[in-house]
């Protein structure tokens, strides 16, 4: 996916800067998530971070079960994740952003062009810990890491 570029350069320039090597793991399909997570294992990765990606949200059950599998602490993109029982996630609050494309469809309701009106960014992000799930991969969640939460699910 043409985002996935974006996504990857920068997450590769942060993991440069703190020393980490970083191993791309690509999904085409349902089919090829056991190969990924099989290779991740192999090549000893420590942990994953899954871009926002249509084929990982719509199959994020399974994606969950294979990192916890595997043994993989995983961070999304999506509370829904973590609310799920994924280990973290942190991204934008889709809840205000359909609250706010309310507010654009009752503007367009009431004839506003729709070309008129402003983008937006999304303003507010959530950093989501799932405790239950570090439980689970016997991982401690340091408490400097906790105070910067948003949520934690217990």
Same mark, same amino acid.
């Given at each position: 996916?043409?985002?996935?570029? &974006?996504?990857?350069?920068?997450?590769?320039?942060?993991?440069?800067?703190?020393?980490?090597?970083?191993?791309?793991?690509?999904?085409?399909?349902?089919?090829? @998530?056991?190969?990924?997570?099989?290779?991740?294992?192999?090549? !000893?990765?420590?942990?994953?971070?899954? @871009?926002?990606?249509?084929? &990982?949200?719509?199959?994020?059950?399974?994606?969950?079960?294979?990192?916890?599998?595997?043994?993989?602490?995983?961070?999304? /993109?999506?509370?829904?994740?973590?609310?799920?029982?994924?280990?973290?996630?942190?991204?934008?609050?889709?809840?205000?952003?359909?609250?706010?494309?309310?507010?654009?469809?009752?503007?367009?309701?009431?004839?506003?062009?729709?070309?008129?009106?402003?983008?937006?960014?999304?303003?507010? @992000?959530?950093?989501?810990? !799932?405790?239950?799930?570090?439980?689970?991969? /016997?991982?401690? &969640?340091?408490?400097?890491?906790?105070?910067?939460?948003?949520?934690? &699910?217990?």
């Amino acid at each position: 996916m043409p985002g996935h570029t &974006i996504f990857w350069q920068a997450t590769e320039a942060a993991a440069r800067k703190l020393g980490l090597a970083l191993q791309p793991l690509e999904f085409r399909g349902v089919d090829d @998530f056991e190969v990924a997570f099989a290779a991740a294992k192999r090549g !000893n990765a420590q942990a994953l971070i899954a @871009f926002d990606d249509p084929l &990982i949200i719509t199959y994020r059950t399974r994606v969950m079960a294979l990192a916890a599998d595997h043994r993989i602490p995983a961070m999304y /993109g999506f509370r829904e994740f973590p609310d799920d029982g994924g280990l973290m996630s942190y991204g934008a609050n889709f809840a205000a952003l359909y609250r706010r494309a309310v507010a654009f469809v009752d503007k367009s309701l009431k004839g506003a062009k729709p070309a008129d009106l402003p983008v937006e960014q999304p303003t507010k @992000f959530e950093f989501v810990v !799932n405790l239950k799930t570090a439980k689970a991969l /016997g991982l401690v &969640i340091p408490p400097a890491i906790l105070a910067s939460v948003d949520d934690v &699910i217990e």
